[in-house]
């Protein structure tokens, strides 16, 4: 009997355990390639129960200084966003095991016109697992959503000017910066500047 995961499958498993056809719908650049962890990562879609962890990790203090997640967030708010998403939206949330380990965002605009671009917000890996793939796990499995199951054309996020290492994930899934918003975000005591990049998939 053939399960319905087996056509819309929510978990993708990037590893030694991947199942081949899973690897083969999204060709990763080398620069990722190099990143694939010892241990596999499994990507599946948020749900309400992933709300503590999910606050434990944006709360990390390594984490809100490049998110614009917020102190003090209620706990309250995430699990209700967790609980009833609007439509369209797709939260990922990155599994070692059955622990919550990483989380990407991927939003539909409300512009009827943009239907073809998706905007990426809110990657984070918690501190203890990043450096092993995980952000590149989530980053495949959304571009594998984006290519092959909603046809999109455009895929735009938003990173702050000076952080490298987000910077140097995204370009190596083919974002390229197409701008810096100067003074855009109030962080830690200073404005801080932001670039916007995008990944155009030719079709
Ligand atoms: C940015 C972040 C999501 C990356 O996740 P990760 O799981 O550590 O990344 P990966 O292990 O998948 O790394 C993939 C690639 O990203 C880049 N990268 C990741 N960490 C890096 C670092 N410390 N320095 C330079 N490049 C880095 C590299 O290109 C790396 O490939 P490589 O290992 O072959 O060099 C993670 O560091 C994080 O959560 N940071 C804090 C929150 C944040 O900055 N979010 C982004 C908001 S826009």
């Known amino acids: 009997m053939i399960r319905d995961e087996q056509f819309y499958p929510n978990r993708y498993t990037v590893g030694a ?3 081949e056809q899973q690897i083969a719908a999204v060709a990763l650049p080398a620069t990722v390639q190099r990143a694939a962890p010892a241990i596999p ?8 129960e992933d709300y503590m962890a999910l606050h434990r ?3 990390d203090p390594q984490v809100m200084y490049w998110t614009s997640a917020m102190p003090f967030t209620p706990l309250a708010r995430l699990r209700r966003q967790l609980t009833d998403p609007s439509e369209g939206h797709y939260g990922l949330v990155a599994c070692i095991g059955e622990a919550v380990v990483g989380t990407l965002a991927c939003i ?3 512009i009827p016109r943009a239907r073809h671009t998706r ?7 918690a501190p203890a697992w990043q450096r092993r793939g ?3 796990a989530l980053m495949q499995a959304v571009i594998d959503l984006a290519d092959n199951w909603l046809n999109l054309a455009r895929l735009e996020l938003m990173v702050f000017s000076d952080n490298g290492r987000a910077i140097n994930l995204y370009r190596a899934f083919e974002f390229v910066t197409e701008g810096t918003h100067r003074r855009y975000a109030f962080r830690a005591g200073q404005y801080a500047d932001m670039d916007t ?7």
């Not at 990562?41 to 948020?46: I, K, L, P, S």
């Not at 905007?119 to 890996?125: D, E, I, K, Q, W």
């Not at 990049?197 to 079709?203: C, G, H, L, T």
């Open 108 to 110: 539909v605009l409300p």
């Open 119 to 125: 905007h990426l917000s809110l990657l984070v890996v």
């Open 134 to 136: 995980v952000g590149a």
């Open 197 to 203: 990049m995008a990944r155009i998939r030719e079709v």
């Open 17 to 19: 355990q991947h199942p």
């Open 41 to 48: 990562v499994t990507v599946r879609h948020a749900g309400p």
């Open 57 to 59: 990790i944006f709360a």
